[in-house]
């Protein structure tokens, strides 16, 4: 008789159990896992893809700079993106542009986004660098307006999209939120390129340029973020602890009889 009910009692839960491994909220939690776990892999994917990108782009870089081409394609520039080039030309100041704010070790300032005139008479885009806010007026840094003929060494850079945050530019106020290429060239009336000024100074030296307004370019080191291991451990981490917690909450629970089996056998151990 005691038996029977014991059995009753482990059927009944047993039901219950299955219940609650077969609802709706039980394949919600299996889901978890699985998409964490699936995130996890595309990571390792991801991490697969940068690290070879940062390898490209590395060999670019240090490449012996080339001449770069008074006309080029898009798949061009797509192909040698990072890739140092040398250009001949005159800035046109008077069409410069300004991108920002932008802050450099905590300092507010902008991107200098001037036309270069090239000999052929074809116009590009030189992203010169940052300079400080308060020299944002040209009369201000009079040093950083040559008007002879220089070389430029660069990096070949693609355009950037820009986000949904991001404000419409103002050309008619000369305000640009980020280097909208489409754009500026229209409004600067030069070809869609756009290249990167190498600072090639040391840091004592950028530092006096600055004060001067001279824009501090870019350093031949680009930084390029990788952060698709950490995401990595993140996911494959969310995946450990919430099939651990699937498996704590959707166990199937113990039988009375295995239960008082289980008890007798501690308190025989005891005694």
């Known amino acids: 008789m005691y038996s029977q009910r014991l059995d009753a009692d482990d059927s009944v839960a047993d039901t219950e159990w299955k219940g609650k491994l077969y609802s709706w909220k039980s394949l919600l939690m299996c ?7 699936g995130l996890g892999t595309w990571q390792v994917q991801r991490l697969k893809w940068k690290l070879a990108l940062l390898d ?31 250009v001949h030309g005159v800035f046109d100041h008077a069409n410069e542009m300004f991108v920002g704010p932008r ?17 052929d008479g074809s116009r590009i885009l030189i992203s010169r660098g940052w300079i400080r806010r308060d020299l944002k007026d040209p009369k201000t840094r009079p040093l950083s307006q040559p008007a002879d003929p220089l070389t430029i060494v660069a990096f070949v850079r693609r ?3 820009k986000n949904i945050f991001t404000p419409e530019p103002s050309p008619e106020n000369n305000e ?12 600067a009336h030069t070809q869609q390129v756009l290249l990167d000024v190498i600072q090639p100074d040391s ?7 600055a004060k001067c307004g001279i824009p501090i370019g870019v350093p ?4 390029i973020r990788n952060n698709h291991l950490q995401y990595l451990i993140t996911w494959y981490t969310l995946a450990a602890i ?3 917690m699937l498996f704590y909450t959707l166990r199937k629970p113990e039988s009375a009889i295995e239960k008082i089996r289980r008890l007798r056998s501690k308190a025989g151990r005891i005694i």
């Open 103 to 119: 802050s450099l070790e905590g300092e507010p300032g902008y991107i200098v986004v001037t036309p270069l005139v090239r000999e």
């Open 220 to 223: 031949f080191q680009v930084d």
């Open 159 to 161: 355009a950037t999209a």
């Open 176 to 187: 640009w939120f980020n280097i909208d290429l489409e754009i500026m060239s229209k409004h």
């Open 203 to 209: 840091a004592a030296t950028s530092i006096k340029s």
């Open 56 to 86: 490209e782009v590395n060999d670019r870089m240090h490449r012996r700079p080339i001449a770069f081409p008074l006309r080029v394609t898009q798949n061009e520039i797509d192909q040698n993106e990072y890739r140092r080039v040398i």
């Open 242 to 244: 919430t099939s651990g």
């Open 31 to 37: 889901a978890v896992p699985l998409i964490a776990f």
